[in-house]
């Protein structure tokens, strides 16, 4: 199975300020096609998980230009421009590569 | 917009069956692109991917090697539904269960509200 890892595993943000979540996997994402099967989610407080990137840099529909993913192969970025009150919760990476698929352990951000 | 719409109990007793549901709307179950999926969520092992059921040409399953043999996920193309049966659950079966989409065999979107299941006597 492809193991994910994040950090740090909790982040404390002053609104308005960037925040930046690592994401690494223990194989490479990239595949022939040049696409990175790598995603990114948020779970708000009390609510399922919800799409945020798609293949490692596209964003969801309705999902605010102050979050973008970088990254290819094994590293990944997932950065917040400028925190929002709304923006609080846990966010998780995700490889799509193959079966199982597998998602990292969390991030959770709260506002400092 | 596509939305799933889970259904099922909230409590199961030991060495029972979890049973779960989920609607779709907005989707088909047989669209050839798509995937449906169950996660599980609980605090010891967090986000956990249990297995899919989807259509290319034919229905296929795809399990999880370690509910592999206790698990089975049904669909009623009538209803537009897929279902999700765990047997012989034990306490660490206990978690939030979902229904998702997987797309393009990549990402999951939508998913459903989530269920939490505890299991006790």
């Known amino acids: ?112 | 917009q596509v939305q799933l719409q889970q259904s099922g109990p909230g409590l199961v007793k030991p060495s029972q069956t979890l049973s779960l549901t989920c609607a779709i709307s907005g989707d088909t179950i047989s669209n050839n692109g798509a995937s449906w999926t169950w996660i599980r969520q609980s605090p010891s092992r967090g986000l956990e991917w249990l297995g899919r059921i989807y259509y290319r040409s034919n229905w296929y399953n795809d399990y999880a090697p370690f509910v592999k043999s206790r698990m089975t996920i049904n669909l009623d193309t009538s209803k537009n539904q897929f279902s999700l049966q765990l047997n012989s659950v034990t306490p660490e079966d206990t978690a939030v269960y979902y229904c998702t989409r997987l797309i393009g065999e990549n990402w999951l979107d939508p998913w459903g509200q989530g269920t939490l299941v505890t299991v006790s006597p």
Request: include cysteine; charge should be neutral; hydrophobic fraction near 30%.
């Open chain 1, 1 to 112: 199975d492809i193991v994910m890892t994040q950090s740090p595993l909790s982040l404390s943000v002053t609104p308005g300020e960037p925040a930046s979540i690592s994401c690494r996997s223990s194989q490479s994402l990239l595949r022939r096609n040049g696409y990175n099967y790598l995603h990114w989610y948020l779970q708000k407080p009390g609510q399922s998980p919800q799409l945020l990137i798609y293949l490692g840099s596209d964003r969801a529909s309705g999902v605010p230009d102050r979050f973008s993913g970088s990254g290819s192969g094994t590293d990944f970025t997932l950065k917040i421009s400028r925190l929002e009150a709304e923006d609080v919760g846990v966010y998780y990476c995700m490889q799509g590569l193959q079966t199982p698929i597998t998602f990292g352990p969390g991030t959770k951000v709260d506002i400092k």
